[in-house]
């Protein structure tokens, strides 16, 4: 039996394969086996282990016998051949070393057919080794001179010696501590003591000549000392270690440095930017100056559009590419005078230069500015060997003379950002006071909704939905705001607010328990006891850790049967942590509730989450539904989605029908079931009940 090779496969293996027959010649190697051997797989196709061209060499510069490699002991013995390290001479290069495993495969009468050898550059633990082995002995005459604590354990002897310093970074003189073997184990810290032990076990029991350790060591005062220890291990021809020698270093000052270090960072770890720290004392410096002799310069917040969908599609590795590449950019479009820094996640910010223009021209060189990095950074980013466009958003505020500070300048710049956001993205805004009053009611708003919520001033209109004979067969429950000065507020004037903070959650919870409490008391009434309401579900709500948990208790409360409900959820919520939505969906569905997708085909992922999301319905979008009469491709869609349902076992429902003509249309094309203000606008539970009653 031939071994068989998915190439795809083991062309992505981190590591060289090189896969050999019965009789020692190559079949088969992968890329990376290629690439370290410096040889196509045409040139070594056939190539037995014994060939003219090989030449391998072992750690001690000799040259390996044939039967010594991996493969031919594997086909010998018929056994794994593991950690074996082999240095290849290719011709006019260094010499690679490879550490390899071999594996033999067997046919179905139990006769070896092939050897797989597998195998990693080591080349630089190898001449690291080598290195340390011929500096050992120079190494420890240093140690000698240098000021760190010297210590030397024979372990056949058992017997310690510790230097003059050693006990001197400890505050103890020598001979004023007992000296014996376990001295050291004494004054090791406990929190410590666990990790360092099993290193040593391990160090001892392994083959390793060098080693390095931090751990801390008590002083006599009672402070605990940080100390890197670093040595060597003397073995026996066996690999026994027979002797250990090193030299403590006190890191005290070292560790110390690392934390002033670590507080006063001004840089950017990613970009290697100036970060919000030190851009707001560069800020604050401006403006000081701004104050002081009217030297003009102008704030630029810079935000790149769905930077977060392009992090959440391709990766976080690729984001961190791309913003690298974004501060590059902007650093090469700096003049004299600018300044550029990383605010945190996509947001980066340049402080301009104006010099002696007046304010009115700085604005005017800003606006020119930030046109040219919004053309700098729309340019495609080389990432890999792909591609990518991204868009920035602009906001852009005067460092003007007058109140204010730093941190004030940056708000100001990010209420602007908001604006250029809400403008489409891809756009430039400048800060001015009717954009803080447009924030300021933003703010009041919801507080008022905030306050709306304590008070219980939502209520739930129904619009019917109905089969092909027009008889009501559920509805979809709708949030209105019942405002005690503006009246009935429909969704849109604040639904998009509430989702900006957790108060979108507490709206989903009132609409479910309004909703459960609805069909609980319809169950006592046969002629409504077979509706079902369909409620939205937002993003925020899924995302909850406790929405499965607090749903399912809002219906238990209620008394509600969990079957008649439906959830709809939009294709951007299913294409957001998908495998925790998954999840938590079918924790609902196991519970009799259905879900539904909204404004299905408008996305581009809808046939994939068919296929994976637990799902009743699809609701056909209504702009398909609008078009579907004059527009022949619109027609085919909603067959098309008609159809789609059908043969999965789903059910449907266009929303929308809005004329008569609508209404026939989509009859003709097979859709049973349907929603929208020709049949039924949204209306009072009363008047929603009263229909159904009506209509039998």
Not at 119 to 125: A, K, N, Y
Not at 454 to 477: C, N, S, T
Not at 650 to 661: D, K
Request: charged share 25%.
């Amino acid at each position: 039996m031939g071994f068989h090779l998915d190439k795809n496969l083991i062309d992505k293996v981190p590591a060289g394969i090189v896969i050999h027959d019965s009789q020692s010649a190559v079949i088969a190697a992968n890329a990376m086996a290629q690439r370290l051997l410096g040889e196509d797989l045409p040139d070594i196709r056939g190539r037995p282990a014994d060939h003219p061209g090989w030449s391998f060499v072992a750690p001690d510069g000799s040259a390996i016998d044939v039967d010594d490699l991996p493969a031919s002991r594997v086909l010998r013995e018929k056994l794994p051949v593991t950690d074996v390290v082999v240095g290849v001479r290719r011709p006019g290069a260094h010499i690679i070393w490879l550490i390899c495993n071999a594996y033999p495969v067997f046919d179905s009468g139990g006769q070896i057919a092939s050897a797989v050898v597998c195998f990693t550059d080591c080349s630089e633990l190898v001449a690291t080794q080598q290195a340390l082995e011929h500096s050992q002995q120079r190494l420890q005459l240093v140690l000698r001179a240098l000021n760190e604590g010297y210590w030397d354990w024979d372990l056949d002897q058992q017997t310690l010696f510790y230097s003059e310093r050693w006990w001197d970074m400890l505050g103890y003189a020598p001979g004023t501590h007992p000296t014996d073997i376990e001295a050291w184990q004494r004054l090791l810290h406990p929190e410590d003591r666990e990790r360092v032990n099993r290193f040593l076990a391990e160090l001892l029991a392994g083959a390793e000549v060098s080693y390095a350790i931090e751990f801390r060591l008590w002083h006599r005062d009672g402070h605990a000392v940080p100390v890197l220890s670093r040595g060597f291990v003397l073995r026996e021809a066996t690999g026994r270690a027979v002797r250990i020698s090193g030299a403590n270093t006190d890191l005290t000052e070292r560790k110390q440095l690392e934390r002033q270090l670590q507080l006063s960072a001004d840089h950017d770890y990613l970009t290697g930017l100036p970060n919000r720290r030190y851009l707001l004392r560069e800020l604050e410096r401006r403006r000081m100056r701004a104050v002081a002799d009217g030297q003009a310069s102008a704030v630029l917040l810079i935000d790149l559009d769905n930077f977060k969908l392009l992090n959440d599609t391709e990766g976080h590795p690729f984001g961190d590419r791309l913003l690298q590449e974004v501060g590059r950019r902007l650093l090469g479009a700096l003049e004299r005078g600018d300044f550029v820094g990383r605010l945190g996640g996509d947001e980066f910010v340049v402080l301009l230069d104006c010099g002696a223009h007046t304010e009115v021209s700085c604005a005017v060189l800003a606006q020119q500015r930030a046109r040219d990095l919004c053309h700098l950074l729309g340019r495609p980013f080389p990432i890999g060997e792909r591609h990518f466009s991204i868009t920035p958003s602009i906001g852009a505020v005067l460092v003007e003379r007058g109140e204010g500070s730093a941190d004030l300048l940056l708000q100001q710049a990010d209420i602007a950002l908001y604006a250029a956001k809400s403008a489409g993205r891809n756009a430039i805004r400048f800060f001015d006071p009717a954009m803080q009053r447009m924030i300021d009611e933003r703010a009041r708003l919801q507080d008022e909704l905030a306050h709306a919520v304590e008070r219980g001033e939502f209520v739930l209109y129904y619009q019917p939905q109905f089969d092909a004979e027009q008889k009501i067969v559920g509805a979809e429950a709708l949030l209105r705001w019942q405002h005690p000065l503006r009246g009935l507020l429909a969704p849109g004037s604040f639904i998009p607010l509430a989702e900006t903070s957790d108060l979108i959650v507490r709206l989903g919870d009132i609409v479910l328990r309004q909703a459960s409490e609805r069909l609980a008391a319809w169950s006592r009434v046969p002629a409504l006891a077979r509706l079902g309401i369909a409620v939205n579900v937002s993003a925020r709500q899924m995302h909850d850790e406790d929405f499965v948990a607090r749903s399912l208790g809002i219906m238990r409360v209620a008394g509600a049967d969990p079957s008649r409900l439906s959830m709809e959820l939009t294709e951007s919520l299913l294409a957001t942590d998908i495998e925790a939505t998954i999840e938590k969906m079918h924790s609902l569905r196991r519970e009799g509730i259905r879900f539904s997708v909204d404004d299905f085909g408008t996305g581009f992922s809808s046939l994939s989450y068919i296929q994976r999301f637990p799902l009743s319905s699809l609701k056909i979008d209504q702009s398909f539904v609008a078009t579907c009469v004059d527009n022949p491709r619109s027609a085919g869609i909603v067959e098309i989605v008609i159809g789609l349902a059908d043969r999965l076992g789903l059910g449907h429902i266009a929303e929308g029908v809005e004329t008569a003509a609508q209404l026939e249309q989509l009859k003709a094309l097979g859709c049973r079931a349907f929603q929208g203000y020709l049949l039924g606008v949204p209306m009072p539970v009363e008047e929603f009940e009263a229909m159904a009653l009506a209509r039998g």
